[in-house]
């Protein structure tokens, strides 16, 4: 028997699904929502383990759609596939950015002031981080995420987390692993 998709779909519970999946993949990652696994050398499997993880999974597959056509549309992991109601998504496989001083190198900032930069905007609203990060608000990078932040309504949370970053293969690409974290959904789930 091989692994397949549409005998995951028929799986109705979590349980279920996970005992399925460990038959044949390998764990590679698991946190409160979400289960990781190594599908293929391509390619993960995002298994939602609770209803947070079900609307997860289902906002990242209507983000890379909302931007696939947009200025962000290389900004995000590629979402292959995906269940309708959120039990599982595949996405592209990336290495996940482990080096403060790549992600500087990449972006022209460094990540902890990119959280303080947008934990400024955030609470105090873009004239005040200006102000107090100008040296951030001038960079292409930071400029682009606060526009992607508004466009999605992505957390920023996750946004100035460096394991929400990835590298494509050629190594100069910085893409978002993790964007299915909304302000909504943060609200309705974690507040």
Do not use: C
């Amino acid at each position: 028997m091989l692994f397949s998709l549409n005998d995951l779909s028929k799986l109705k519970t979590f349980k279920a699904r996970k005992f399925y999946v460990d038959q044949f993949l390998v764990p590679t990652n698991s946190g409160s929502s979400i289960a990781i696994y190594q599908l293929d050398s391509n390619r993960i499997l995002k298994l939602a383990k609770n209803k947070k993880g079900l609307a997860q999974n289902i906002t990242e597959k209507e983000i890379f759609l909302l931007t696939r056509d947009t200025e962000f549309k290389e900004d995000f992991t590629v979402v292959f596939d995906s269940h309708v109601d959120g039990f599982w998504l595949v996405v592209e496989q990336t290495e996940i950015i482990q080096d403060k001083d790549k992600f500087f190198y990449l972006t022209g900032v460094s990540i902890d002031d990119l959280e303080n930069y947008l934990d400024r905007w955030w609470f105090d609203g873009i004239l005040v981080a200006k102000v107090a990060f100008p040296h951030i608000f001038e960079l292409p990078f930071a400029q682009k995420i606060i526009r992607l932040a508004i466009k999605t309504n992505l957390a920023t949370g996750d946004l100035s987390r460096l394991d929400s970053w990835g590298i494509r293969e050629d190594g100069n690409k910085l893409v978002l692993l993790d964007y299915g974290l909304t302000n909504k959904i943060y609200e309705k789930f974690y507040v």
